[in-house]
């Protein structure tokens, strides 16, 4: 069949280096930043510290997320299962305030690669920052998901300084809410350094640290005269100094919240350095889907943005940069994804899982070194759900080597060859009806089959 039907790889993994130490490692996960907001990617925001990872190991060209929306991208990114896959059908965001998503979260039975290097290669793990994977109940915390350390919001943005989802206290330490002042991005970066500071005096096993920034996604503010919550831009007028030539207002307010947190991450590689930890610890800088133009961002010259299937909301930045493991300077082409993450961990992590194991991605470690994007052909499936209070619809995509079938509920269905139109400009279905039609047929299909698997067990 020239189009598989089952999007479903059962691995095992052997370590990349016989004898070797396994490596720390650090994922830096970041919001709403595009491809276009990161300085080493064409982007006039200068990214120092991003762009120095990738300067010290290796800048991808073709990384997909597993989503293009919040809530389902992280569930990928974690699972190592596409979201289509996830019991509550977690294809939306989860809305911080909705009834409608009152006990969607992750499930217990869904699990976390938090949960596989903690129980399995006794990694200590944290997740400093952002969940956005349930919220609502102490059960649905991410201590109770294979994180050791939890400090951080659970909702999908909050105040930048007050930590609160308009009037709501939205800022944990494990599942105590706790009252903060200053910045977000400053206490999420002092949390970091606090966490790797501690442990390095005192711990010896390998550690795994989520770093979720919750920048440059905007603030949600409180406006008391509509009693109501409110979508704010939140940089500090320090941060607007350095960017005052972005003559646009918006996109000058999100490039000064994205300088914030590139110093934030400039400071974090500072303390591996400082720690002596640098040399074995694999630090990977990726964003969780496209920008939003309508708050700054920017996926140019792609097409499409945050919550769309086309390429801008997808292609995300990622860098990686792991000393001990990963040559300097390279530029890599090859056609991943977040949910490639999980079994490149446990690969490197040492860690065999069971040969029933379900994931959907393929270990990212072949491609630190030259393995060609040639090598394997890959397929990827998206969906997004609808969202009647964000007032969206349904998505579906589907890649199969270099060709993607779409299908957008504002302007219909297309076929594309990215090889030769990267930023989807010809549209094909009309050229190539048969290969349409089995890209489509395909992409309905690997749905239904997802959708069996999404129960529990």
Sequence with gaps: MLFPRIFLFLLGFTVITSGAERPNILLIFTDDQGINDVGCYGSEIPTPNIDRIGAEGIQFRNFYSASSICTPSRFGLLTGRNPIRSQDQLLSALMFMSDEHKGYSIKSHETTIAEVLRDKGAYDTALIGKWHLGHGDESMLPHHRGFNTFIGHTGGCIDFFTMTYGIIPDWYHQSEVVSENGYATELITEEAIAFISRRNHKRTEPFFLYLAYNAPHFGKGYSP?????????????????????????????????????????????????????????L????????????????????????ATLFEGGLRVPCLMRWPAGIKGGQESSAVLTSLDLFPGFCQLADITLPNNWPLDGLSFI????????????????????????????????????????????????????????????????????????????????????????????
């Excluded at 607007?240 to 996109?251: A, G, N, P």
């Excluded at 994205?258 to 074995?280: A, F, M, P, Q, Y």
């Design 366 to 457: 072949p491609y630190l070194n030259g393995m060609s994007e040639a090598t394997v052909t890959r397929e990827f499936l998206w969906q997004t759900g609808s969202h009647a209070e964000l007032g969206r619809k349904s998505w579906l995509a589907y890649r199969a080597g270099d060709m993607k079938y779409l299908n957008s509920p504002q302007d219909g269905e297309f076929l594309f060859n990215l090889a030769n139109d990267p930023n989807e400009k010809k549209n094909l279905k009309e050229q190539k009806p048969e290969l349409f039609e089995k890209m489509k047929q395909a992409a309905l299909d690997g749905v239904a089959v997802m959708r069996e698997s999404a129960v529990a067990p």
């Design 225 to 281: 005269s509509d009693e109501a919550p409110v979508n704010l831009m939140q940089p500090q007028a320090a941060e607007l100094k350095r960017v005052d030539f972005i003559e646009d207002k918006i996109r000058r307010e999100f490039a000064a919240m994205t300088v914030s947190l590139d110093d934030g991450i400039g400071r974090v590689l500072d303390c591996l350095e400082e720690h002596k930890l640098k040399e074995n610890t």
């Design 283 to 306: 630090v990977i800088f990726l964003t969780d889907h496209g920008g939003d133009p309508t708050y700054g961002g920017s996926n140019l010259p792609l097409r499409g943005d945050k």
